[in-house]
């Protein structure tokens, strides 16, 4: 009873993979078969090669040694890496809500009846995404200095990130918004609901709904710029990263050390991706029932994406 | 008005800087642009070849990449790569920080290339590679012949969003001792020089920089656009 549903699976499993490449070329022949192998071998060589080579630079200039190592096994230093996590991950968690807010104000605002709301909103949304993001947190951290009310440094990693993906956000909220069928909002309309009750009740949960999966992968784009306050001192996983990797008595272990913070960066952002892109399966699956059309989870979202769809 | 005459001459009084900065600001778009379009395509062949081998390695990077942030590539070019006695040359005139910056910038932004020119190849109808295997051509022709030249026309408006988004991070090197627009505003702060101006200047910079791409991109989506 097992084996035939697994089969299956696989089956779809290689359909879908192969869906992007399948036509591109035939399915092979013992000739062709040969030539793939052949290319394949000569492929895994290289990159073996490659591989290799990483290796023996790492082994030769002596990154494995037990020294470079060695500070990960003190208490104070794991502590000094945790805190410089939680320092990511708090402003991360701080920048996620208040950008869903952003966007969700200026989303509305851009959507507005009144031009007096709509056209303010718009440039809003417009300017912060063409701004580099470490520019907006250059204005919050040296900014402030000349006016005197010097901010820390969470702050201006907090602000840039909430400008800039806010604006993304609203974008996105914006579009989702766009795509609840009519019929949803005329229904309210006809129930006697005013126009601020139409967009909370009725349209931003069902677009926010829908576009679960564009914010949840915007979040992995937000968590990776947390990364931009080491330069403004912040005192995040980087900046601990070049601390401990700054340590002489350890023979300055810049590679282990990196290493490890790219573990857990990709870890995380890794988790998230899958999570979104699982997400959509899932809300796709269902949706039929709703109608509503599921925001794809890796679509690129960047400045001047507001017009059409990608691709 | 004075506050006016203070904001002009902060940019005026600094023409050198500003000009020096926005030149290695460009020189690392063009550089990076050109060489993450040639990587992020090679990888994206990769990805929708027959071998499995290269399929791999081509999921493999683009996953590692897309999930590492930017400032980290930097981070372990600058810092780390050279305990591995791997030190970069100056090219171009400049110092081996601005070599680093671009290769960082290559090896992150190819990754999101990639994906883009993927999805492209997607977009053409299978009748054209079906035909072009019917007249006998290997994969290497379909995809370079066939495929990815119509492919590239529909994805000009996300790929223009992918160097947008290169072309601000390029800012990212101020972090790593590369003079560019970003790294105005240290030198600027030596200088003595008000801090809100100089960012207000740069913005403005980028804001010039920006728009016409974003203009482009939007002229391209109207007149390219594909009906398949």
């Not at chain 1, 952002?269 to 899932?282: D, G, K, Q």
């Not at chain 2, 030149?23 to 027959?50: C, D, E, H, K, Q």
């Not at chain 2, 997607?122 to 030249?149: D, W």
């Amino acid at each position: 009873m097992n084996a035939p549903k697994k089969t299956r699976r696989g089956f779809r499993r290689r359909r879908r993979e192969a869906d992007v490449s399948a036509v591109l070329y035939d399915i092979p022949g013992p000739r062709a078969r040969l030539r793939y192998r052949m290319i394949g071998a000569v492929a895994a060589l290289a990159i073996a090669g490659l591989a290799y080579y990483a290796f023996y630079r790492l082994w030769e200039s002596g990154q494995f040694d037990a020294i470079k190592w060695q500070q990960f096994t003190y208490e104070s230093i794991q502590i000094q890496l945790l805190n410089g996590l939680l320092a990511t991950l708090k402003a991360a968690g701080i920048a996620v809500v208040l950008a869903l807010v952003f966007g969700a104000v200026f989303a509305t605002g851009r959507l507005s009846d009144h031009v007096l709301f709509r056209a303010p909103a718009g440039f809003v949304v417009e300017l912060f995404r063409a701004i580099p993001l470490l520019i907006l947190m250059f204005f919050a951290y040296y900014g402030t200095k000349d006016t005197g009310l010097q901010v820390s440094p969470l702050v201006a990693v907090v602000f840039g990130l909430t400008l800039y993906n806010g604006s993304v956000l609203a974008e996105i909220f914006r579009a989702g918004i766009l795509a609840v069928p009519k019929g949803q909002s005329e229904a309210a309309y006809a129930l006697g609901l005013r126009k601020a009750q139409v967009m909370t009740l009725i349209l931003m949960p069902q677009a926010v709904r829908s576009m679960l999966p564009s914010i949840i992968s915007q979040m992995v784009v937000l968590l990776k710029d947390t990364a931009l306050g080491f330069i403004i001192t912040y005192e995040e996983l980087l900046y601990v990263g070049k601390q401990m990797g700054g340590r002489l008595v350890f023979g300055f272990p810049y590679v282990s050390t990196y290493l490890v913070i790219a573990v857990i960066y990709i870890g995380m952002c890794a988790f998230l991706s899958w999570f979104a892109r699982w997400l959509e399966r899932w809300m796709r699956e269902r949706g039929r029932k709703t109608g509503i059309p599921v925001a794809r989870a890796d679509e690129i979202r960047d400045p001047a994406m507001a017009q059409g769809p990608p691709v | 008005m004075d506050e006016l005459a203070t904001i002009w001459n902060t940019l005026v009084n600094n023409g050198d800087l500003f000009r020096a900065g926005f030149l290695n600001t460009l020189y690392l778009f063009l550089i990076a642009g050109v060489g993450s379009l040639t990587w992020g395509t090679v990888l994206a062949a990769m990805r929708v070849s027959p071998v499995p081998a290269l399929r791999g390695f081509g999921a493999a990077y683009v996953n590692t990449i897309r999930n590492t942030p930017l400032t980290l590539v930097f981070a372990f070019l600058v810092f780390a790569a050279p305990n591995i006695e791997i030190v970069l040359p100056g090219t171009f005139g400049r110092s081996g920080y601005f070599t680093s910056a671009y290769i960082a910038l290559i090896i992150y932004t190819s990754a999101f290339v990639c994906e883009v020119v993927r999805s492209g190849v997607n977009t053409v109808s299978a009748g054209q590679s079906e035909a072009a295997r019917a007249i006998g051509m290997t994969f290497g022709q379909v995809l370079g012949l066939i495929v990815l030249p119509q492919a590239f026309r529909s994805i000009m408006p996300p790929l223009t969003s992918v160097m947008i988004a290169m072309l601000k991070n390029t800012t990212i090197a101020a972090g790593f001792s590369v003079l560019e627009a970003g790294a105005i505003r240290a030198n600027m702060s030596e200088r003595g020089e008000s801090q809100i101006y100089t960012l207000l200047w740069i913005t403005i910079g980028f804001l010039v920089l920006i728009v016409p791409l974003v203009a482009a991109q939007r002229v391209l989506e109207r007149q390219w656009r594909v009906t398949r």
